[in-house]
């Protein structure tokens, strides 16, 4: 039997299949298919084509499906689906169908959260479907990348909620629990990125896309593409084709992630206390990234502040592709029938993947960079602003960049560490975190001044004879 590896995600299901496995086409040509669905007369469109009609029919639409996978009837109930199960198996049908002739059966990775009625559900929806299932590991087990710690943390982003699932290793990487973090997900973070794009068109061009539903709809469509640009830039624009007349604005990065900032806090809360209760004093834990939480801009970052800690972001897929190699290893004993669940697996500890050889000590930063100008560090702070007084050792910002404060921030040496102040009222960002009071830098921090696209480089100027 040639099994395909699925990946239950109402974010977005995935599929791996071949030899070796490779991502598959899951839904209009796309890798991943969204858990939207829409009622059309006496039938359900699902996936990507029911997430581009969304916004045009709000109460129409669907995305807690999965997450809710139930038989309780929907109120209203459809002609097409009674409850949220005959709903999530129309939308099983339709990845199905996109990828029945790679293989013959499948491999399902669950939610860490999914309960045991929830997969029988599943069960019985592929077999209406006509689908075998051989079995179902849970998604966090599936998609760990190998690493010697012992306790790792798997972190995801779904439509309504993000999840934080506490795994342990020994001979055997085991699932302990799974925390629910927030009502608000992907979903929520949408509509507060969306309100606050929308609110840049008002100001900047007095065009609301929240006026029509079509613009609106747009915005929506748009949304993706104007994050992931601003996962490397500190502006990216956006345009929406209103009638004859085409708006554009430029969202900055800050505003964004000011915007998301209530949400991932909850999220790093959730984080933090799951490692505080779970890791052993001192001892290095791994954070293991979904793709579907790595997209959004600033969460890696702020996870990479968490102390002792390594952060591995997984590759898209990561549990679909592993399934089919992982599945012998979990099944050496014949089963007496059924599909098994397995929310365990064998585990060697090695390298941590793409572990780099250790360096020399890092260094201290001994310059900062601003427009092509590096200016020293020393024990007297160095201080950025729009209008730091003369005879002050200063960066002085360009006048027309908006919200910095005359002196904005000041970073000098203290001992071998070099010290970042904050003075503002606008906030100074530190690779996108905001700085409470001060903070110590590092070669290669990035300072972000207020909501500006303006930033400071922490760097380190060698002697001439040093390698």
């Known amino acids: ?51 581009r009609q969304a916004r045009l029919f ?40 996109q990828v029945r002739g790679v293989g013959d059966g499948l491999l399902i990775a669950v939610p860490a959260s999914f309960e045991r009625s929830q997969m029988g559900l599943l069960l019985g929806m592929a077999q209406e479907i006509g689908i075998p299932v051989e079995g179902f590991v849970s998604l ?30 020994g001979d055997r ?37 929240f006026h029509s539903a079509q613009t609106e709809q747009e915005l929506y469509r748009r949304l993706p593409a104007l994050l992931t640009a601003l996962h490397q830039e500190q502006a990216a624009s956006m345009s929406i084709l209103a009638g004859r007349a085409t708006y554009s604005v430029s969202v900055m990065r800050g505003v964004v992630l000011e915007t998301a900032r209530p949400i991932y806090d909850e999220l790093m809360a959730a984080v933090h206390d799951a490692a505080r209760r779970s890791a052993a004093p001192g001892a290095t834990l791994c954070l293991h990234v979904a793709h579907r939480a790595a997209r959004l801009p600033g969460v890696v970052e702020r996870l990479r502040r968490t102390p002792t800690c390594r952060v591995v972001e997984l590759p898209a897929g990561a549990a679909a592709l592993a399934l089919s190699a992982l599945w012998p290893t979990l099944t050496r004993t014949p089963r007496a029938g059924g599909a098994a669940f397995h929310d365990s697996r064998p585990w060697t500890p090695g390298a941590a993947s793409g572990a780099r050889t250790p360096a020399a000590p890092a260094r201290r930063p001994t310059h900062l960079l601003y427009r092509h100008l590096a200016y020293p560090l020393t ?14 050792r200063a960066i002085r910002i360009a006048a027309d960049a908006p919200g910095i404060d005359p002196a904005h921030c000041a970073v000098q040496l203290k001992g071998e560490t070099a010290v970042l102040t904050d003075h503002s009222s606008a906030g100074t960002f530190l690779n996108e975190t905001r700085v409470e009071g001060v903070t110590a830098l590092a070669v290669g921090d990035v300072i972000r001044l207020g909501a500006s696209a303006e930033t400071l480089l922490a760097i380190a100027c060698l002697s001439r004879d040093e390698a």
Not at 142 to 157: N, T
Not at 379 to 384: K, V
């Open 1 to 51: 039997m040639k099994l395909i590896g699925l990946e239950i995600c109402d974010a977005g299901i995935l599929a791996a299949g071949g030899e070796p496995p490779r991502l598959l086409p899951v839904d209009q040509g796309s890798l991943e298919s969204p858990g939207f669905a829409l009622p059309e007369k006496k039938t359900l469109i699902t996936g990507i084509a029911a997430e």
């Open 58 to 97: 709000p109460r129409r639409a669907l995305n807690r499906f999965w997450g809710e996978l139930s038989t309780n009837p929907l109120d209203p109930p459809l002609p097409s689906a009674g409850n949220q199960a005959e709903v999530a198996c129309a939308h099983l049908a339709h990845v199905w169908e």
């Open 140 to 169: 966090p087990v599936a998609a760990a990348a190998p690493g010697p710690e012992r306790l790792h943390l798997h972190v995801d982003a779904h439509l309504h909620r993000f999840e934080v699932a506490v795994l342990t290793a």
């Open 173 to 209: 990487l085991e699932l302990q629990e799974v925390v629910a973090v927030n009502t608000s997900g992907r979903e929520g973070l949408y509509n507060l990125w969306a309100q606050a794009t929308a609110a840049e068109f008002v100001r900047a061009t007095r065009f609301d896309p």
């Open 379 to 392: 024990a007297d702070p160095l201080t950025a602003g729009s209008g730091v007084p003369a005879g002050t």
